[in-house]
């Protein structure tokens, strides 16, 4: 099973737009974690925001997390085409221990010139 | 990029035969994962190594096994293969001080396996 779920499943905007995903999972969390994927290449680490972090910034990206409602989101300002990706955020469960991660389904995000 | 590297990238064969997949990794990471990647599932774990020798089970280990007799090689293998085991899969490693688990995984860029 899933633990987390992102949304929406896909995502398609110009270039210069923000772009806004989301992230729910189930259980009580050490961190959550956004990656991205470009087509054929393996994940890439975006951005990690611990359980006591409400908002992380990194460059053009924005994360917040509500525990309360064991969700998150990202955002990316000013897209490009580069940005042109699947997004996915990964959960560190407080009952998993060796650095284990649970993946959501991901994002599919295609930005247009 | 993380020094990491799956052979093989490609690779097709029969239903029956063992597959074995290779991780390597030059970054001296303790942690090292495989997943498979399917669509619609996101990511799920196959199996983990927490150590040289010391691996256990993810959530869709049936059908697989491991082995890490040294840090930078984890070796991925289906005994028999199925049909349903076609996928992609990726490697990742981490590095986890001993008072956090707040550390990102590497990826490597995967092996597409099909399985006919």
């Known amino acids: 099973s899933q633990q987390g779920e992102e949304d929406p499943q896909a995502l398609s905007i110009q270039e210069g737009e923000n772009a806004t995903m989301n992230c729910s999972y189930k259980?009580?969390?050490?961190?959550l974690q956004w990656y991205r994927q470009n087509s054929g290449r393996g994940l890439v680490h975006l951005i990690l925001?611990?359980?006591?972090?409400r908002e992380k910034h990194s460059g053009r990206l924005r994360v917040t997390l509500d525990t309360s409602k064991k969700s998150s989101s990202l955002l990316i300002t000013a897209s490009r085409a580069a940005d042109t990706a699947s997004y996915f955020c990964?959960?560190?469960?407080?009952?998993?221990?060796?650095?284990?991660?649970?993946f959501g389904a991901g994002t599919q995000v295609v930005v247009t010139p | 990029d993380a020094g990491i590297t799956q052979s093989p990238r490609h690779k097709v064969t029969e239903t029956g035969t063992p597959v074995t997949l290779r991780c390597h990794q030059t970054?001296?990471?303790?942690?090292m994962y495989w997943y498979r990647q399917d669509p619609g599932h996101g990511l799920r774990l196959i199996h983990y190594?927490?150590?040289?020798?010391?691996?256990d089970k993810g959530e869709v280990s049936d059908g697989y096994s491991v082995s890490r007799s040294k840090t930078e090689d984890f070796l991925l293998t289906l005994e028999s293969a199925t049909s349903s085991q076609t996928s992609v899969y990726f490697c990742?490693?981490?590095?986890?001080?001993?008072?956090?688990?707040?550390?990102?995984?590497?990826f490597g860029d995967g092996t597409r396996l099909s399985i006919l």
């Open positions: 970054e001296n990471h303790r942690y």
């Open positions: 190594s927490y150590g040289v020798k010391d691996t």
């Open positions: 990742a490693i981490s590095e986890i001080p001993h008072d956090s688990y707040n550390q990102p995984q590497h």
């Open positions: 925001i611990r359980s006591n972090e």
């Open positions: 259980t009580s969390i050490n961190n």
């Open positions: 990964a959960t560190s469960m407080t009952t998993d221990s060796w650095g284990k991660l649970q």
